[in-house]
C-alpha cells in the first residue's frame, strides 16, 4: 500500500539562457532562443483521444490475432503491476495512477524518472540518431529535437510487449510533441483519483502529445494528449520492483501441451 504525505511546494527548475544577438546600425537582425526548460517533478492528470471515444487502442485483425495467440498458452495472465513489472512506453507517460515524473534537463538530453516502477527514460538532445547495436527495452532509445517551444521525441528500438493495451512489436514506432502551457488554456482537467492527491505547486501544464504507429499490430497511427501538472519537487517516493516474481507466476499458469 503507498501513503503520500502533504508536502510543502518547492520548484528547484533552473533556466536556460537566452542569446540575442541584436542588429545596430540597420544591420541585419539575428535572434537566437534557447528551447523550453521542462525540468521539475510532473504528475499526469488527464489523458484524451483527440479523435473521440475511448483511450484503449483500435487494433488491425493481425495484431488482434497476435495478442490473442501469446494469451491462449496460459490459463490467466498475472497482472503486471502487482508485480511491480513495468510496461514501458507508451503506457508510462499514459499513466494517470497519481505517480510522478521527475524530468531532468541539461543541454544533451532530458532524463525522466518515473516512480511508477522506477522506469527511467532518456531523449537525446545532442543531435546523435538512433544506434545500430541499440539492445531493445521497454522504454525504448529516444532522440529530440526542437520546433520552436515543442520538443519532438522520436522513439524506436522498442523490445516486444504482448499484452493489451499497448502492445509492441519491433515495428513500433512512437512520436511525442512536448510544450508547455497553462491551466487555463487547455480543457481537460485533474480526473478524480489524481485530484485526490497533493495539489499542484501552480498553474503550469505540461502537454505530451504521443503518435503510437505500428502496422502489425494498430488499426492505424494511435494518437493520445496526456496533460501533466507541475508538482513539489519532493513528491515522489521510492518504488520497489521485482519483475521475477510475476515471470514466475506467468510460468505456474503455462498450458502443458
Same mark, same amino acid.
Given at each position: 500500500?503507498?501513503?503520500?504525505?502533504?508536502?510543502?511546494?518547492?520548484?528547484?527548475?533552473?533556466?536556460?539562457?537566452? $542569446?540575442?544577438?541584436?542588429?545596430?546600425?540597420?544591420?541585419?537582425?539575428?535572434?537566437?532562443?534557447?528551447?523550453?526548460?521542462?525540468?521539475?517533478?510532473?504528475?499526469?492528470?488527464?489523458?484524451?483521444?483527440?479523435?473521440? /471515444?475511448?483511450?484503449?487502442?483500435?487494433?488491425? *485483425?493481425?495484431?488482434?490475432?497476435?495478442?490473442?495467440?501469446?494469451?491462449? %498458452?496460459?490459463?490467466?495472465? @498475472?497482472?503486471? /503491476?502487482?508485480?511491480?513489472?513495468?510496461?514501458?512506453?507508451?503506457?508510462?507517460?499514459?499513466?494517470?495512477?497519481?505517480?510522478? #515524473? *521527475?524530468?531532468?534537463? #541539461?543541454?544533451?538530453? =532530458?532524463?525522466?524518472?518515473?516512480?511508477?516502477?522506477?522506469? #527511467?527514460?532518456?531523449?537525446? $538532445?545532442?543531435?546523435?540518431?538512433?544506434?545500430?547495436?541499440?539492445? @531493445?527495452?521497454?522504454? /525504448?532509445?529516444? =532522440?529530440?529535437?526542437? *520546433?520552436?517551444?515543442?520538443?519532438? +521525441?522520436?522513439?524506436?528500438?522498442?523490445? &516486444?510487449?504482448? $499484452?493489451?493495451?499497448?502492445?509492441?512489436?519491433?515495428?513500433?514506432? =512512437?512520436?511525442?510533441?512536448?510544450?508547455?502551457?497553462?491551466?487555463?488554456?487547455?480543457?481537460?482537467? @485533474?480526473? /478524480?483519483?489524481?485530484?485526490?492527491? &497533493?495539489?499542484?505547486?501552480?498553474?503550469?501544464?505540461?502537454?505530451?502529445?504521443?503518435?503510437?504507429?505500428?502496422?502489425?499490430?494498430?488499426?492505424?497511427? %494511435?494518437?493520445? +494528449?496526456?496533460?501533466?501538472?507541475?508538482?513539489?519537487?519532493?513528491?515522489? $517516493?521510492?518504488?520497489?520492483?521485482?519483475?521475477?516474481?510475476?515471470?514466475?507466476?506467468?510460468?505456474?499458469?503455462? =498450458? &502443458?501441451?
Amino acid at each position: 500500500m503507498r501513503i503520500r504525505h502533504t508536502r510543502h511546494p518547492a520548484v528547484g527548475a533552473y533556466a536556460l539562457p537566452v $542569446l540575442c544577438l541584436l542588429a545596430m546600425g540597420g544591420e541585419a537582425v539575428a535572434q537566437t532562443t534557447a528551447p523550453a526548460d521542462f525540468s521539475g517533478v510532473w504528475m499526469a492528470f488527464a489523458v484524451e483521444n483527440p479523435d473521440g /471515444g475511448g483511450n484503449a487502442p483500435r487494433y488491425s *485483425e493481425a495484431g488482434r490475432a497476435a495478442l490473442d495467440a501469446f494469451a491462449a %498458452q496460459f490459463h490467466e495472465i @498475472p497482472e503486471t /503491476g502487482a508485480a511491480c513489472v513495468g510496461t514501458g512506453m507508451p503506457s508510462v507517460m499514459l499513466s494517470t495512477v497519481s505517480y510522478p #515524473i *521527475e524530468l531532468v534537463q #541539461i543541454e544533451s538530453r =532530458i532524463v525522466m524518472v518515473a516512480e511508477l516502477e522506477t522506469q #527511467i527514460r532518456r531523449v537525446y $538532445l545532442d543531435g546523435r540518431e538512433h544506434p545500430e547495436d541499440f539492445l @531493445p527495452t521497454s522504454v /525504448g532509445h529516444s =532522440i529530440g529535437t526542437w *520546433e520552436g517551444e515543442t520538443l519532438v +521525441i522520436d522513439t524506436a528500438l522498442l523490445e &516486444e510487449w504482448p $499484452l493489451r493495451p499497448w502492445p509492441r512489436s519491433d515495428a513500433t514506432r =512512437i512520436v511525442e510533441r512536448v510544450r508547455l502551457t497553462k491551466l487555463a488554456d487547455v480543457d481537460a482537467r @485533474p480526473t /478524480g483519483f489524481v485530484a485526490s492527491v &497533493e495539489a499542484p505547486v501552480n498553474d503550469d501544464v505540461l502537454v505530451f502529445d504521443i503518435t503510437v504507429t505500428d502496422p502489425s499490430l494498430y488499426d492505424g497511427p %494511435q494518437r493520445r +494528449i496526456a496533460y501533466y501538472q507541475r508538482m513539489s519537487d519532493s513528491a515522489t $517516493l521510492e518504488y520497489a520492483c521485482s519483475k521475477g516474481l510475476w515471470l514466475e507466476q506467468l510460468e505456474e499458469q503455462r =498450458i &502443458e501441451r
